[in-house]
C-alpha cells in the first residue's frame, strides 16, 4: 500500500535575484549596500536641517543601486512537499499466531501498529509488506502464515533494489527472527545506505507453557545403530514445572506408533534437559514423534510434540535369506549377495529334509537346525529384506510366523522376496495364508488347481517392464533379451498396487490376462516381490550368461533387491517438500518423474500415518511435464505424519512420507525477543517501540519538489539602472543643497 | 512254497531296483539340479569311471535335500553349452593331449562365469602319486589359468564341512589328506583329487561296487562318497557353512568329535 503525499500543491510566486548572478556577488552587493546605509546613517548624527530628506534620498538610491544589480525576478512556481518512502516490513511467520499476553494474537497487534503507523504518518509514504521465507511480499487477508521469520531475505531486495531507496524501514514482529542471528548480521545490507530501522515489538512476554525447545541428534540416523538424541525442554511465561516426560515414538504406515524411548527431563530455572537413545529399523524417511507431558496451565499444546523426519542411512543392508534346497539358483542368488559387501547375509538353506537319510550319526555332519522360531520372533525387525527361495512352508515350523512376516512387510516398511521353486508359491503352502496377503499376486489355493507349469518358455517383456527403472539394468545388460527358462509357480492375478514386469507368453490368469512372472507391490509400508521362476540363474550359466559376461543376473537382482529398498535408482518419481509441511501453511509437494514414465493415468494419493484413514486422490494436471518437475498444492493437513504415494497408470510408484506439525519451529520457543528488536534498532540508528506505541515513532519529515517554474523579470535592465542614477543623482543634487559633502 | 518263495523273492527285487533308482529332482525340470556334467577334452571321451556320476547323484539326493539329475550329462570344451551349467567332473586314467585353443577358451568362459571343475585322477596309485592324467591335467589347467597357482585345502576349508565333518580327503585310494585347488577371490574354481573320487563311487547295475576301496574297505568308501557329496553341496550352497552363524556349533562339534577319537 502506497500513498504519494504531495502538499500545497498550489501555485506559489516569490521573487529571487537574476539567475545569472552568483550567490556570492549578491551577497557581496549586499554587504556594499548595507555599509553605505551605515556610512549615511553615521553622517546623519549631524545636527543640519534637511537631514531626513537626505536620508531618504540615500536610502532610495542604495536600494536602486541593488536592484539595479540585482536585477530582480519574479519566478512563479507549483511546489510540493512529498512524504518519506517508509517501508513496513510485518512479520508474517506463524509465531505471529501465538497468543499475546495482552490479548490476540501478536498478528494483531501487529496489524493494529500497522495502521496506527499510517494514521499518525500521514505524509509519509509508506509500503507494507510481509515477510516470512524469502523475498518480500504484499499482505493480503488470508494469507497462510510463513514456516520461518527470515528478516534478511526481505530486506535484501528493499534496501538493494534499483529503485527509490526508502528513507527508513520498520520492522513489526515478535522479535523471534529466523534470520539475522543477531543485528551485527544487517551490517552487509544496511553500510553506506543511511537507513535507520525502526523496530516494533509486538509482544512483550509468553503465555504460561511448556515446550519442546530443541531436538538434538549426535550423528546421523543409521538404520538398527542405537541414536542418541539430546531433548531440551522449555517452561515460560511464569508455567510451574518441576519433572517432565518426554517420549519418542515412530509412526507407522498403519497401526499404533511404536514407543521408542522416554524419559525425564528435571526443570531448573525454566530449562531441562533429557537424553534419550533410539533404534530405527527402517531406512529411508523415518518419522519420529518427540512429546512431553505438560503440566495443568500450558496455554500453548501445540508444541508439546514435534516430529522430525529422520533420513535413516544404513550401515549395510541386512538380508536374510532362506532357501529350501540348494540349487544353481540358490547358489547364484546367494553368490551375488555375498559379492555385495554393502549386504550383510543372514543365510539359511534347508540342507536336510525328514526323509533324507545322510548315512551318518548327527555329530558327524555340519549342519545345525533351522532356528524358525528365534529368526522370526526376535530378530525379524532387524532385517531390511527376507528372502524366500524354493521354501515350503509346512515342514520347518513357518506358518506360526506367517502373521508376523506379513506384519513386518505390511506395517514395518520390510521387503519381502518369494522366489520360485517347486516349494514356492503355491507348491509351498502359501496360498491363503497371511503371507498370500502382502505378495504382489494371488494364489489360488483350491484342490486341483494347477501349482505348477513345467514347460519350457521365454518370459515376455511387459509394457512397464520395458520401461520402468527397477529392470533398467537388466535390459541393457542383456540389450532387451531373456533367456528360455524351464517351469513356472502358476499365479493369479496382481494384487492391488501390483505391477508385473514379465509374463508368461501363453499363461492366463483367471481373469484372462498373462500370468505375472516377475510382479512387484506396494504392500502398506513394505513392498514384495515374487519372482515365479527357478531359472533366473540362466541369465549367468546359459549362451547368453555367456555373451554377457553374466552380467544380467547381478543387474535384475540389483535392481530387485534396489527398488525393494526404494534406492532413489529405481524409482518412477522423485517426491520432495521443499518447504516442509506446517499446519495452517500451504503445502506444496515436487514431484519429478524419470524417463520413460508418462503423465496419463498418474495418481497421487495422500494417506495420514498411524491410523485407518481414507486415501484422499490429489489431483494432477495429467498434461504437466513430469519430467520436468511439477509443484503440487497439498489439501490443507491437520497435524500429523502422511504418507504420499504416486503412481503412474499400471506401472510402480513411489511414496515419501512426512510430518505436519501444528507449531513447528516457529512455536518451539514461544517466548517474544523484545531484546533482540531493540538491538537492531539501535545498531542501525532506528527507533524501538511497542506495538501500542507504534503512532508514537518519529519518522522522517517530507521532502518539498518544485514544478511548473516561470521566470520573470521585474523589469529590464536598462530600466533598474535608469532608476538607480536618477536616485543617485537626486541624492547628491540634495546633499549639495543641504550642505553636506 | 517254493512259488510263494520266488513271488517274495521277485517283489523284493523290484522293490529294491525301485529304491535304487533315484528320486526324480525337485526342481522345475532338473536344470538346476546337481549335474556332474562330464567334461570332454583333452582326448578324453568320457568318464574314467563311467557310472560314478550317476552314483554321485544319487547319493546326494538320497542323503541331502539338494536335487539331482537322474540323467548327468557330459559336454565337450568347445562346445557353446559349456557354459550352461557351474559344473564340471573331469577324470582320467592316461596322459591327455594337449587342449586345443578352442577348448581353452570354452574353458576360460566357464571359469570366467564362476565355474567348478573336479579333475579326478583314476590312474593315481595307491599312495596317492599323480597318475599321467593327473600331471598333464594339472598342465592344460594352468594354460586356461595360467596366472593360478595349486594350493592345497584341508579341513579348515569349507569344503570339509558343506554337509558332512571330514577330517581329511578319501577316494578309491586313502591319497593325501588335502585336496589341490585353485583359488580365487575366495571361491574354488578346480579342485584336484589325488585320490580316485570316480572309483570309489563307480556302482553297476546290479548295486556292486566297481572297484575296491583300499586301505580302509567300506569305511573309506562311505568318507569319499561323503567327499562327493561335499564337493556338490559346496557348489550349490558356496561358501554357506563359512557364516559365521555356524561357527560356533561347528567348533563345538569338531571337538567333541576330537575328544571322542581314540
Known sequence: MTRLVILGGGLTTHFAPSSDFPAWAALMACVVCAVSMLALIMEMRVRRSGRALVLATGVVAVASLLLAVTRPVRIAARESRIGPRVIVLADASRSMDLQSTRGGTRKAARDQAVAALQASAKEARITVLGFGDGAPFPLAEGDAARPRSDLMSALNPVLKSEGETPQAVVVVSDGRLSEPESEKGLHPLIDGLNVPIHTIATAEESLPDATILHVGATGSAVAHVPLPLRVEVLCTGGLSCDKLTVTARELRASGAPTLLASGLADVSQGRGVVDLTITLDSFGPRIVEVALSAPAGDKIPENNRRFFTFNVARERLRVLHVAGRPTADVRALRQWLKSDASIDLVAFFILRTPTDDPRAPNEELALIPFPVDELFEQHLASFDAVILQDFEVAPYGLRPHLPRLANYVKERGGGLIMVGGPASFVSGGYARTPLADVLPVKLDGNPGHTKEDLAKFTPDWTDVGRTAPILAPLRKATNDEFPQVEGVNVVGDLAEHATALLTHPTRLTPSGAKMPVLAVGEVGAGRSIALAIDGAWELEYSPLGSRTQGRGYAALWDGLLGWLMRDPRYEPAQLSLPAGCTVGTKTRLRLKAVSGMKPEGTKLTLKRLDEEAAVIVVPIDQKADLLSGVDIDLPALAEGGYTAKVGFGTGPSTSLDFACEAGGDEWADPRPDVQRLRDIAKETHGDFAFAWDASKLALPSPTVVSAERHVVPVAPAWGWSLLAAAALGAHWFIRRRRGFG | ?262
Open chain 2, 1 to 262: 512254497m517254493r512259488r510263494i518263495a520266488a513271488i517274495s523273492l521277485a517283489v523284493l527285487v523290484v522293490t529294491l531296483l525301485v529304491l535304487a533308482v533315484p528320486r526324480p529332482a525337485r526342481a522345475f525340470g532338473d536344470r538346476g539340479a546337481f549335474d556332474a556334467r562330464v567334461l570332454l577334452a583333452g582326448g578324453t571321451t568320457g568318464a574314467a569311471r563311467p557310472t560314478a556320476p550317476l552314483r554321485w547323484a544319487h547319493e546326494l539326493v538320497m542323503r541331502t535335500s539338494a536335487p539331482a539329475r537322474s540323467r548327468p550329462t557330459s559336454v565337450r570344451a568347445d562346445d557353446g553349452d559349456i557354459v550352461s551349467g557351474p559344473f564340471l567332473y573331469w577324470s582320467g586314467d592316461v596322459a591327455l593331449t594337449p587342449l586345443s585353443s578352442a577348448e581353452v577358451s570354452g574353458l576360460r568362459r566357464f571359469f570366467a562365469l564362476g565355474g567348478l571343475l573336479v579333475v579326478d585322477d583314476a590312474g593315481v596309485n595307491f599312495d596317492g602319486d599323480k597318475s599321467e592324467f593327473g600331471k598333464t591335467a594339472r598342465a592344460q589347467i594352468a594354460r586356461v589359468l595360467p596366472d593360478s597357482a595349486i594350493i592345497q585345502i584341508g579341513p579348515e576349508h569349507v569344503i570339509f564341512k558343506s554337509f558332512y565333518l571330514l577330517h581329511r580327503a578319501e577316494g578309491r585310494v586313502q591319497g593325501p589328506k588335502t585336496l589341490d585347488a585353485i583359488v580365487r577371490g575366495g571361491n574354488v574354481q578346480v579342485i584336484f583329487t589325488n585320490h580316485d573320487l570316480g572309483g570309489a563311487l563307480a556302482q553297476g547295475p546290479t548295486g556292486v561296487w566297481e572297484f575296491p576301496v583300499v586301505p580302509g574297505g567300506e569305511a573309506q568308501r562311505d568318507h569319499a562318497v561323503r567327499l562327493a557329496v561335499n564337493i556338490a553341496m559346496y557348489l550349490l550352497c558356496s561358501n554357506y557353512k563359512d557364516d559365521q552363524v555356524h561357527a560356533p556349533f561347528l567348533i563345538r562339534r569338531r571337538s567333541r568329535v576330537r575328544e571322542s577319537e581314540p
